[in-house]
């Protein structure tokens, strides 16, 4: 006699429901000593100064001038500040295109923090006006006093708490030399810091590392949430936006800055993918 075979249980499902993440109000500090206004690299000179292997001379794309060269047009100085405006700009519309309910507030930092427009709006025009009037000082200031800055974001994190959002600080800073300070003894944290750290190459008369340590200090004494400290030293406005679109991430959706992988690099999954792809060739024999 034929008996039913035995019922196959059924697979579990699982699921996350959906959560609504809290709106952001996010207060941008731009460091805006003489070193904002360091000129940045282009691409091709970078590209120049890292040397080719290529051993035949490029070919001039421009009519000859005088001696045989190529003639030189206006060459267009990009700065620091310039960099972190255009930062800033794509920063607001991309956070802006994935929820309009988020708001900003700017702010710059000399020897104190200081206010560029008081509140905070999701108005991109708003936006837009209090970027453009950033502008780097022609004054390189002997200290950066952070507490100010740490008092107001208190405040406004309390605000923000109050009506179901998060605060956060996002801190521009350009100095190589001047380690920031703060007195801020406070223990509740409840706000996130990020912080972006621009600097030059390290020399004798230099020390953005120790600048580096201190700003890690910093953040870990008053960020709330998980908060990312990112740094260059190259002088390429494309490093600076790809680090903008990593702040772009909200604080509540982030891992550990220990375990971020983003962004991948094309060219070292490129080299990575051809072995693979020769593995399935036919055995070439180094016998004549």
């Keep these: 006699m034929a008996t039913d075979p035995a019922p196959v249980p059924a697979m579990r499902c699982y699921s996350l429901p959906p959560v609504r993440l809290p709106a952001e109000d996010i207060l941008f500090c731009v460091d805006v000593d003489l070193e904002a206004r360091a000129e940045m690299k282009s691409a091709a000179a970078a590209a120049a100064s890292s040397g080719s292997t290529s051993t035949a001379s490029p070919q001039p794309t421009q009519p000859a001038g005088a001696g045989g060269a190529p003639a030189a047009g206006p060459r267009t100085v990009v700065r620091r500040m310039d960099a972190v405006r255009q930062a800033l700009l794509l920063f607001v519309h991309s956070k802006l295109t994935m929820c309009p309910e988020h708001r900003f507030a700017f702010a710059s930092l000399g020897e104190t923090f200081s206010m560029v427009k008081k509140g905070f709006s999701s108005d991109a025009g708003f936006a837009m006006e209090a970027i453009h009037s950033l502008s780097a000082s022609e004054t390189r200031y002997a200290m950066a006093d952070l507490t100010q800055l740490f008092m107001t974001a208190c405040q406004e994190g309390k605000r923000a708490e109050s009506q179901g959002r998060i605060l956060r600080v996002v801190l521009i800073y350009c100095r190589s030399s001047t380690k920031p300070q703060h007195q801020w003894p406070v223990k509740p944290k409840n706000f996130t ?19 580096y340590d201190a700003l890690v200090d910093v953040l870990e004494h008053v960020s709330q949430y998980e908060g990312y400290i990112l740094e260059t030293g190259q002088g390429l406005a494309r490093v600076l936006f790809r680090q903008m679109c990593i702040l772009v991430s909200h604080p509540l959706q982030r891992c550990m800055q220990d375990d971020l992988d983003i962004p991948k690099q094309v060219a070292k999954k490129i080299v990575a993918a051809e072995p693979a792809q020769n593995e399935d060739a036919a055995p070439v024999s180094s016998q004549q």
């Design 193 to 211: 810091l990020d912080i972006i750290y621009l600097h030059d190459k390290p020399n004798p008369d230099n020390c953005p590392q120790k600048v």
